[in-house]
């Protein structure tokens, strides 16, 4: 089961990954030099891999009210006020940059597209956590991305996940840096019967 994504996240992913596949350096794409104003920024497009991204995002979407070109401009100053995009002025051009806060959204929106199916041994996956204070922030991410995978909180730091998401889970770990607060277990139910 996918979680349908905001229409924000999907033109932040679909950024991401139009510059991973560009093979462009992580978070940076050219814009034009006048950016602040959409008409004119539209005419002086100095790259054409920024010209390449629109094209694939309105093609993408052409059958949808999205295709306005004054859409996709407010769509990235949108993304620039919430934090998720900023504008470095480099020489005579502007760079588009993803912020770490963008990424994490990037991040967030690709664990809610994960297809999750039960286990098929029927175990459930645990997760222990005693996730000190100073680390509030990352814990605040950790139990709102095992929400998206699936678990449940059966306790204040005891979630359960029926499905198989082992994998991302040890992911997410990693990525927050938890290994030495986390335990992962597998468990079967035994009932009383």
């Known amino acids: 089961m996918k979680i349908k994504l905001p229409f924000t996240e999907k033109f932040l992913l679909d950024l991401y990954?139009?510059?991973?596949?560009?093979?462009?350096?992580?978070?940076?794409?050219t814009l034009p030099k006048y950016f602040s104003n959409p008409a004119i920024a539209?005419?002086?497009?100095?790259?054409?891999?920024?010209?390449?991204?629109?094209?694939?995002w309105e093609n993408k979407y052409k059958n949808k009210k999205k295709k306005d070109k004054n859409y996709f401009y407010r769509?990235?100053?949108?993304?620039?006020?919430?934090g998720y995009l900023k504008i470095l002025r480099v020489k005579n051009n502007s760079a588009i940059i993803i912020t770490p806060k963008g990424?994490?959204?990037?991040?967030?929106?690709e664990i809610k597209l994960i297809d999750r199916k039960p286990r098929r041994d029927r175990k459930w996956q645990m997760v222990l956590f005693d996730i000190p204070e100073n680390k509030r922030r990352n814990r605040d991410l950790f139990r709102r991305a095992l929400q998206y995978l699936g678990y449940k909180k059966l306790q204040k730091s005891i979630w359960v996940c029926p499905y198989d998401v082992l994998r991302e889970t040890k992911d997410l770990i990693k990525r927050y840096n938890l290994k030495p607060y986390v335990e992962l277990l597998l468990v079967k139910k035994i009932g009383l019967g």
Request: hydrophobic share 50%; aromatic share 16%.
């Open 17 to 29: 990954n139009f510059m991973n596949k560009a093979g462009r350096l992580i978070g940076k794409i």
């Open 42 to 56: 539209f005419k002086k497009l100095f790259l054409p891999s920024f010209c390449d991204f629109m094209d694939e």
């Open 75 to 82: 769509m990235i100053y949108q993304l620039k006020q919430r």
């Open 103 to 109: 990424i994490e959204k990037i991040f967030i929106a």
